[in-house]
């Protein structure tokens, strides 16, 4: 019996749709436009005993706006493993998997949106932190927005656009995404939204460290970065006037920090609440992630 984990393919696309619909029961319309619009075989990452998958996971491309600019995440998606091969490991290797492949193809960080409360405390083994607070007003109904501007997409996806593009810290929609979102609210009578819960990984520390004193030069810090699983994330890291060095020859006081705190004081997650050294250096934010395809 051979195990491993490789890309999904043509061969093994259908076992994944399969998989998906008897861990989330999702209903076939749905599925039908995730799978034609989101899934990617160079996206999936999946689990393998033999020829027969038996976890799974999608690392889909979107932009986020982290600093006042946009930068490449992955939003990790479709999460499932056959209910008679759970705990056994597979989607720790999986997961493990993907964070080496996201620092393979140079994308920073990593989100996902947790369906249930356990799952923190899960994720959180690998790296992730919650960045994301679950929101608590309905969000402007799309539905109201179409008609407003008669039915006419383009023009609708012009006001979503203008009202999301220049908030800080959020997942950035293409007029694709947008497509997507109407087409899946339709399934569904245009159900009310609000922000979801979520959860952050850090994939790359010194890049999002120097995106961060960019749009800060008047911050000084030095943070040791502690990361359990991406060895390159393990370093000191001098931040003063703009520039990151990274493992500083000359002697220096650093704070240590896990890389699970290091992506709640990037994204400005609540760090109002946090020591006076946290909050004085990095600004507290309002991350948001909403309108994805749940």
Known sequence: MSQFVRYADAS???QIRNMWKTVFGDPENYMDLYFERKYRDQNTLAYFIDDKVVSSLQMLHYNFTFCN???????????CTLPEYRK?????????????ELSKKNIPLAILVPQEDWLLDYYK?????????AGTEELPSIKELIHRNSMDLEAAYRVFDEKYRHWDMTVQKT?????????????????????LRGMARIIDAEKLLLHFVTAHPEKAFNLSVIDELLPMNNAGFMCHMGHVEKNPSHSAKFTEVNIQLLAQLLLGYQTAELDVEFRLTFPQKKPQINYMLE
Do not use: C, H, W
Not at 183 to 194: G, I, N, S, V, Y
């Open 12 to 14: 093994s696309r259908d």
């Open 69 to 79: 600019i946009e930068i490449p995440i992955a939003y990790i998606a479709g999460v």
């Open 88 to 100: 056994k490991g597979y989607m720790g290797e999986l997961i493990n998997q993907a964070l080496k």
């Open 125 to 133: 083994q690998y790296g992730f932190a919650q960045t994301f607070d």
């Open 175 to 195: 007029f694709q995404d947008f497509i997507d979102i109407v087409d899946e609210a339709t399934l569904f009578d245009f159900p009310p939204k609000k922000n």
